[in-house]
């Protein structure tokens, strides 16, 4: 059984840091494209970061460009999203995607899309006070 488990979220002020994990579990995952989403309350859910891990290319959103970091740890099946500078705007439930498609793996055109993913964690809070 696949399973994407995130953890790391919490209460942060604005300009501080907190780094989410998501543990994956039940399949190898050294050739999918993994994923970070959020949805803040009332909005659509936006695509965040994408690492594909063969080869650890990385894409980002603009919004979040330079600010956060997603990275993966083959060893440990587990992809992080490291988040500094954190604004008022960030606060959101913060979802971790897998996509093993062929067509998704190498098609990074596609990584924004949420249809693009085969498995969707349960999601982790993150709140940035002002």
């Known amino acids: 059984q696949v399973q994407l488990v995130e953890s790391g979220g919490g209460l942060v002020q604005a300009g501080g840091s907190l780094r989410l994990s998501c543990a994956a579990s039940g399949r190898t995952f050294s050739s999918y494209a993994m994923s970070w989403f959020r949805q803040a309350p009332g909005k659509e859910r936006e695509f965040v970061a994408a690492?594909?891990?063969?080869?650890?290319?990385?894409y980002y959103a603009d919004s979040v460009r330079g600010r956060f970091t997603v990275s993966g740890d083959n060893a440990k099946n587990t992809v992080y999203l490291q988040m500094n500078s954190l604004k008022p705007e960030d606060t959101a439930v913060y979802y971790c995607?897998?996509?093993?498609?062929?067509?998704?793996?190498?098609?990074?055109?596609?990584?924004?899309?949420?249809?693009?993913?085969?498995?969707w964690g349960q999601g982790t809070q993150v709140t940035v006070s002002s």
């Open positions: 995607a897998a996509g093993g498609r062929y067509y998704t793996v190498y098609n990074p055109s596609v990584y924004r899309r949420d249809t693009s993913y085969d498995y």
């Open positions: 690492i594909k891990w063969s080869g650890g290319s990385t």
